[in-house]
């Protein structure tokens, strides 16, 4: 049973253009969440979403951001027009269900230039 | 709203000498306490949590850590550290976002370094 899959590993984007992160779920995981690690900071907590439904986002900025996880397919985090600032490391992490433990990806490495 | 400070933002420490890695949190609700290790070019893994019951906690990789609610703290602990511990470690709290959704709120991580 594959972990947690995020692909590409390392991406690199000039300014203005758009990133799109892939993260697959372990197998029978219908639970995703994002978390964005700054550089000099902590994880942050982006987004949580079950398939085909955005839970909450409450840690999405309002714009550029968008997240999905649609019924077939990996879930996919999409940052429009980017900027330096959003140079990061972005995880995934899935469960089986609410609460339950969350297995992490090895992230994709942003690097805006 | 919950949160988690890590004291300490890097910690050097010799091979086989003990290690402790501070964390405090802040939480207005029941407290369920994680601690995540990042190995480099990795995801994180975790280490241990403190859901209930005995405030000690034993991990993976020899690792404890004591849950003190009076002073609010979960530190970890190793007695003797190899230089393969060399990692990023992360103080999580379980907090609670939209639909009473579990959401990790992390520190800012220890990155700590074993020297031979």
């Known amino acids: 049973n594959a972990g947690v899959m995020q692909n590409p590993r390392h991406l690199v984007r000039r300014r203005g253009q758009e990133a799109r992160l892939r993260c697959s779920p372990m197998k029978g995981h219908s639970h995703v969440y994002w978390y964005r690690q700054l550089p000099e900071e902590g994880l942050k907590f982006m987004v949580y979403l079950q398939k085909e439904n955005i839970i909450d986002e409450s840690g999405m900025p309002k714009e550029r951001f968008s997240a999905e996880f649609p019924k077939e397919g990996p879930s996919i985090l999409r940052i429009q027009q980017v900027v330096r600032g959003d140079s990061a490391a972005y995880f995934c992490?899935?469960?089986?269900?609410?609460?339950?433990?969350?297995?992490f990806g090895s992230g994709t490495q942003l690097s805006v230039l | 709203a919950q949160s988690v400070t890590q004291l300490d933002s890097q910690v050097p420490v010799f091979e086989e000498a003990p290690v402790e890695l501070r964390c405090n949190y802040s939480?207005?609700?029941?407290?369920?306490l994680f601690w995540y290790v990042q190995y480099p070019n990795q995801g994180l893994q975790l280490l241990l949590k403190y859901l209930s019951g005995s405030t000690l906690v034993k991990g993976i990789n020899g690792f404890e850590a004591e849950f003190n609610k009076s002073q609010t703290s979960f530190h970890l602990r190793k007695p003797s550290v190899h230089i393969s511990d060399t990692a990023e470690y992360f103080c999580?709290?379980?907090?609670?976002?939209?639909?009473?959704?579990?959401?990790?709120?992390f520190g800012q991580g220890t990155r700590l370094t074993i020297n031979p």
């Open positions: 999580a709290v379980l907090g609670r976002g939209a639909e009473g959704a579990q959401k990790l709120v």
């Open positions: 992490a899935s469960s089986t269900g609410l609460n339950e433990k969350l297995f």
């Open positions: 939480s207005s609700v029941s407290v369920y």
